[in-house]
Each structure stands twice: as structure tokens, then as C-alpha cells.
């Protein structure tokens, strides 16, 4: 998907596209390479990079935590030690999709590393905006870059199309500030959205969205960068570990 090609009209919709794949199978082994890299350095020395991880065990369930101790969920930010996903962040296979729907050109306001390793924990149905952020700006696009195939069985992303339309601030299930109460959630309306490995899908703030447990025995990564527009200027240095 180029800039030409991006539907605007579709993205505005339905709050989601997906795309094509912008990395060679050779590209993306050097990004799992990378992804693993992350990893064992974060856990060779938790002193520094703990506040930058989540742990598995912190979100699953007694039975499906045994097992899970030590194994990390995600890492978030990661481009200030890795120079290789900092540069892949204004990949311009990426950003002119996000420009072309802003209209102007963009600023990276969040990046990470989701894992879902095996057995790695679900996602519960939630919207971005409402959960994790709040501050800022609401004028962000979040995009995930699988490093894996991503389908229903290890925890692709499932969304509701148009659920972000008016901009709703949904209701959290009952003792919950992520997920959201399922019954504000339409289970006509969701939409599988399994893609291949380098493959991508760009969504807004408000779209409601869920993936599942990872079943198999293979991990399902990938890369999210969320961006501003750059007429806001660079609104989330601060998201950096001190």
C-alpha cells in the first residue's frame, strides 16, 4: 500500500486498514533477530530495563500462568535501545499511510514490542484511547507490523468495525480500567483480521479491539508504532525510562 493507494474514505469508516507486506522474508528474520536481541538484554539485566516490561504472569490466570515465570509479555519503548527499530519507525512504507490519512506528515508518539510467545496472554476488548492514554492528543493511528503469521488460533487482532465513529469513551467492565464492558461489545460486528508475517494494520484510537491467547507453540510478535501529526510536535518524549 503506497500513499496513492491508501482509502482514506475506508480508514475513516471502519477505523482499520490493513496492508500488504513492506519486508523481505530475509528483512524480517533480521527484525526477529532483533526482537530476541531485546529480549535477553532486557533480561540480563532487570536493575535497568524492568520498568520497560511487562511480565506474562501478571495477566493470566492462575492455571495458565504455571510455567509463564520470567517469560515477558512486552517491551515498551524500545527504539532508545535498538537502533534498527528506530530506524524502522519512519520506514516509508509505513509513515506515508499514516501521513496520507492525517493529511500532513507524522511524529512517533509510542513504539513497542508485543511478544505473545506460546501461552501468551490475551488482550481483553479494549480501545486504546480510553485504557492507556488520555493525555496529549486523541489524533494518533497505532500500527502493528507482524514478525509472525498472525491468525486466529495464536492471537491475531480481532476488531469491531466503526466502533470508534462519535469517538465513544465505552464503559469498563466491572473492577477493570482496560477492558471494556463486553456488553457494549457487538459479537455480529467482529472481524478476524489474520495476516502474514510483515504484513500490517493501521486502526484509530477508538476502535475496539481484542486478540486472544497464543495457543500454538510458535510466538506471534510484532512491532506497534503509534504516530501523531507532526503539527503537534513531538508530544510523548517523556515516555522514555529515566
Same mark, same amino acid.
Request: aromatic share 10%; hydrophobic share 35%.
Given at each position: 500500500?503506497?500513499?496513492?493507494?491508501?482509502?482514506?474514505?475506508?480508514?475513516?469508516?471502519?477505523?482499520?486498514?490493513?496492508?500488504?507486506?513492506?519486508?523481505?522474508?530475509?528483512?524480517?528474520?533480521?527484525?526477529?533477530?532483533?526482537?530476541?536481541?531485546?529480549?535477553?538484554?532486557?533480561?540480563?539485566?532487570?536493575?535497568?530495563?524492568?520498568?520497560?516490561?511487562?511480565?506474562?504472569?501478571?495477566?493470566?490466570?492462575?492455571?495458565?500462568?504455571?510455567?509463564?515465570?520470567?517469560?515477558?509479555?512486552?517491551?515498551?519503548?524500545?527504539?532508545?535501545?535498538?537502533?534498527?527499530?528506530?530506524?524502522?519507525?519512519?520506514?516509508?512504507?509505513?509513515?506515508?499511510?499514516?501521513?496520507?490519512?492525517?493529511?500532513?506528515?507524522?511524529?512517533?508518539?509510542?513504539?513497542?514490542?508485543?511478544?505473545?510467545?506460546?501461552? $501468551?496472554?490475551?488482550?481483553?476488548?479494549?480501545?486504546?484511547?480510553?485504557?492507556?492514554?488520555?493525555?496529549?492528543?486523541?489524533?494518533?493511528?497505532?500500527?502493528?507490523?507482524?514478525?509472525?503469521?498472525?491468525?486466529?488460533?495464536? $492471537?491475531?487482532?480481532?476488531?469491531?468495525? $466503526?466502533?470508534?465513529?462519535?469517538?465513544?469513551?465505552?464503559?469498563?467492565?466491572?473492577?477493570?480500567?482496560?477492558?471494556?464492558?463486553?456488553?457494549?461489545?457487538?459479537?455480529?460486528?467482529?472481524?478476524?483480521?489474520?495476516?502474514?508475517?510483515?504484513?500490517?494494520?493501521?486502526?484509530?484510537?477508538?476502535?475496539?479491539?481484542?486478540?486472544?491467547?497464543?495457543?500454538?507453540?510458535?510466538?506471534?510478535?510484532?512491532?506497534?508504532?503509534?504516530?501523531?501529526?507532526?503539527?503537534?510536535?513531538?508530544?510523548?518524549?517523556?515516555?522514555?525510562?529515566?
Amino acid at each position: 500500500m503506497n500513499t496513492k493507494q491508501v482509502d482514506v474514505q475506508q480508514y475513516l469508516e471502519d477505523g482499520y486498514l490493513t496492508s500488504e507486506a513492506i519486508f523481505s522474508e530475509q528483512e524480517l528474520e533480521v527484525l526477529r533477530v532483533e526482537s530476541d536481541r531485546l529480549v535477553e538484554l532486557c533480561l540480563s539485566d532487570l536493575g535497568q530495563h524492568e520498568p520497560r516490561i511487562q511480565w506474562e504472569k501478571n495477566y493470566l490466570t492462575r492455571e495458565e500462568a504455571k510455567g509463564m515465570e520470567g517469560v515477558i509479555r512486552k517491551l515498551e519503548p524500545i527504539i532508545d535501545i535498538s537502533p534498527i527499530f528506530a530506524e524502522m519507525a519512519f520506514h516509508k512504507g509505513i509513515i506515508e499511510p499514516v501521513s496520507a490519512i492525517f493529511g500532513e506528515p507524522v511524529e512517533l508518539f509510542e513504539d513497542k514490542l508485543n511478544l505473545k510467545l506460546p501461552n $501468551g496472554s490475551p488482550y481483553p476488548w479494549h480501545q486504546d484511547w480510553n485504557c492507556c492514554w488520555r493525555a496529549h492528543t486523541d489524533q494518533l493511528i497505532t500500527c502493528f507490523i507482524y514478525l509472525d503469521d498472525a491468525n486466529e488460533e495464536n $492471537g491475531c487482532l480481532k476488531v469491531v468495525p $466503526g466502533s470508534h465513529l462519535g469517538k465513544p469513551m465505552l464503559p469498563f467492565k466491572q473492577g477493570s480500567t482496560f477492558e471494556i464492558d463486553p456488553a457494549y461489545v457487538d459479537q455480529t460486528k467482529i472481524v478476524p483480521c489474520p495476516l502474514k508475517a510483515g504484513e500490517m494494520i493501521f486502526f484509530d484510537p477508538y476502535l475496539l479491539h481484542y486478540s486472544a491467547i497464543n495457543r500454538t507453540r510458535s510466538p506471534r510478535r510484532c512491532i506497534i508504532y503509534t504516530y501523531n501529526p507532526a503539527s503537534l510536535g513531538k508530544v510523548n518524549e517523556n515516555r522514555f525510562p529515566g
